[in-house]
């Protein structure tokens, strides 16, 4: 070891603290907590029985390592917990915002409050629910909530400019504070029936709606009694579903894990008034740092993505440092007393060996289908000749309008689902009309140059298209001195031949273009490998599609704000830079534009957007579910199901 790294490691006080490990390069490889600093770093380089692999690695991997000292382990899991959302060190369990995180915000403090869908926490007052596990999950809990509690699901803007109810209120599902002098005091009785509902807390919510049946029934309020007890029906039969977990009916989350090496699952279980209300499963890989230490933080960061903290939470092993920090710390979250255990017996210990159960389970099923997919690019490999094992894969799109708007699209997939952080999309620069192969030698030559750069090259380009964009993208490598790198163009027949799908040896319509090779490869349509390969470039054409949409209507609304009549160059600079960009501008009521251009003005400016037509378009069965994958890089979407192998 390094002479000044050991004394470093000779001099770490023992306060309590986070310590930072870095690499060679100065990169923070993990980052972690402790009571006595001294004591858990010192613990890495002590154990001479430790088999970890990052143990064995440390000598030789570590570079340096920074402390930071704080008064208590509730300051050191904080602390912890916002160096890790931060640095992202590759070897600490990161709860990122994807498809597993997705929450329900209910924000009080507006007078008609709605539920919104959101994938990212922010301390702003509201109430966030979750997260939820899939989209699948969410979606059915909108759809009771959308049917019974009868909230608005418009948004903000229609809810300020609407003149007229919506199809909602027509179904009974709104009662349309739009337009209808609906009671604050009454929409607020549906806001915390909500709240109740997705808190878990089901026999208190059925308590008042019995009530509230009863005394509508006695003022005669027929309609109203009919519609509580339809409500009450329908929470009642989803609470059949649910099993009694406990008898002192409080609420619980359980969490358990499960590892293989450096493979770890973390499951967490909701038990609600004593009863079972669903679990979740968390995978995540490369984690050799001891069980304690990776599940205090992943609890740490789970509460901190804003869900409901219960009661009591029951830890199925004592963390490395006691529980005492972190029940400190979710009793100061939550604003009451939590309470966290690690039972040894009775109905507790049983919920945790539940829970332990289900962990092991979700690993094997994951672990079978990582297989079952490995299994699937081991024969694509080997079907069409690639040099690399194809675990990372891009796929690239160009799409066009009537030859102008030129733009194109990179969707990517890693060990066969779709992996959105690596999602791109492109601008066509050099090419100012139709030329799919200048196009596409462009948007690969940019991504060549950036992955070089940053040491990050896939192991398989798929390009949408024939031999000449193939070859286009070839030489774009070329040019670049790109090795190493395989590239297949994926088109489809010309001819349409017609396929006996009932024979064993029917083949694809895609055609599959090689380097190299003068005819192209035919797989089976219903093998996996090509299930793989059209739903990847599928997703890059929407992708694709969804962005020329998007740059399209964003031009249309600058023509259109240019055509204002007294609208110049100054006021577009104020409105653009006091609303940040052409969709607010779009989206301001006539009020909020008055304040930067004057009443007059505003009218004009929102007439000239909108026009004088009234939209009754929205759709409410939309605007109460998730945004779809059409979002571009690292805005919100759904996940979808993966490209990967079926």
């Known amino acids: 070891m390094d002479i000044r790294l050991q004394e ?53 991997m570590l570079g340096d390592l920074e402390t930071v000292l704080v008064h208590n382990e509730k300051e050191a899991l904080l602390l912890e917990n916002e160096l890790i959302k931060k640095h992202k060190p590759r070897f600490n369990v990161l709860l990122k915002d994807d498809k597993q995180f997705i929450s329900l915000r209910l924000d009080r403090t507006q007078p008609f409050p709605r539920l919104e869908v959101v994938r990212k926490y922010e301390k702003d007052g509201a109430r966030y629910f979750g997260p939820y596990s899939s989209a699948g999950a969410i979606r059915e809990t909108l759809r009771l909530i959308n049917r019974f509690f009868r909230l608005r699901t418009c948004t903000d803007h229609v809810l300020a400019n609407r003149k007229r109810p919506c199809l909602l209120y027509q179904i009974g599902r709104c ?45 005669l309020k027929f309609e109203e009694a009919a519609r509580v007890r339809d409500q009450l029906l329908a929470i009642e039969r989803s609470l059949e579903r649910q099993k009694v977990a406990t008898t002192d009916f409080k609420d619980q989350d359980v969490f358990a894990l499960y590892r293989e090496g450096d493979r770890i699952l973390f499951y967490v279980l909701h038990v609600r008034q004593g009863r079972l209300n669903g679990g979740q499963a968390f995978p995540f890989g490369s984690q050799e740092f001891p069980d304690d230490e990776l599940l205090a933080s992943f609890v740490n960061l789970y509460y901190d993505q804003g869900g409901f903290v219960p009661e009591e939470v029951l830890l199925p092993l004592e963390p490395g440092d006691g529980t005492d920090g972190l029940e400190a710390l979710l009793t100061e979250r939550k604003g009451e007393r939590v ?57 690239y799109d160009i799409s066009h309008f009537q030859s102008s708007s030129i733009v194109a699209s990179q969707v990517a997939v890693t060990d066969g689902e779709t992996d959105k952080s690596r999602y791109r999309k492109y601008k066509i620069k050099t090419v100012d009309k139709q030329d799919d192969f200048a196009s596409m030698y462009e948007v690969i030559t940019r991504r060549l140059k950036r992955g070089l750069e940053d040491n990050d090259l896939p192991d398989l380009l798929v390009i949408d298209g024939g031999k000449g964009q ?44 090689v380097l190299g090779r003068k005819d192209p490869i035919v797989l089976p349509q219903n093998s996996a490998e090509m299930f793989m390969l059209t739903r990847m470039r599928d997703e890059a054409h929407r992708f694709a599609i969804t962005f020329q949409g998007k740059s399209m209507r964003k031009s249309a609304m600058r023509s259109a704000l240019e055509d204002i009549p007294g609208v110049g160059e100054g006021r577009r600079k104020m409105l653009l830079r006091h609303f940040g960009s052409l969709k607010r501008v779009g989206d301001a009521s006539i009020e909020e534009l008055a304040e930067v251009v004057g009443p007059a003005m505003a009218e004009r400016v929102h007439a000239g957007l909108h026009g004088d037509a009234e939209d009754d378009t929205e759709d409410p069965v939309r605007e109460a579910s998730l945004d779809d994958a059409s979002e571009p890089v690292h805005e919100k979407a759904d996940g979808g199901s993966p490209p990967g192998a079926a």
Do not use: W
């Open 470 to 513: 193939l070859a286009s993208a070839h030489a774009a490598m070329k040019d670049l001195g790109v090795e190493g790198v395989d590239v297949v163009g994926l088109a489809k027949s010309r001819d349409q031949e017609v396929f006996d799908r009932d024979a064993e040896s029917a083949k694809s319509p895609e055609r599959i273009f």
């Open 8 to 60: 470093k490691l000779d001099a770490l006080p023992t306060e309590p603290g986070v310590y930072l490990m870095k690499d060679k390069r100065g990169t923070i490889i993990y980052v972690g907590k402790a009571v006595n600093l001294r004591s858990r770093v010192r613990s890495y380089f002590n154990r001479s029985g430790d088999t970890r692999v990052f143990v064995s690695l440390l000598d030789t």
């Open 339 to 395: 309470r966290v255990f690690v039972p040894k017996r009775g109905e507790k210990h049983e919920l945790v060996n539940m829970a332990v159960k289900n962990a092991e389970q979700a690993f094997i099923e994951r672990k079978r289908t990582k297989d079952e997919t490995d299994t699937v690019l081991s024969r694509l490999q080997s079907k069409l000749g690639l040099r690399n094992f194809p675990r990372r894969m891009e796929c």
């Open 175 to 219: 009662p349309a504070p739009c337009v209808h002098p609906v009671s604050p005091e009454d929409y607020r009785k549906s806001v915390d029936e909500v709240a109740m509902f997705l808190e878990g807390k089901a026999g208190q919510l059925i308590e008042g709606l019995r009530l509230r049946m009863k005394r509508a029934a006695v003022e």
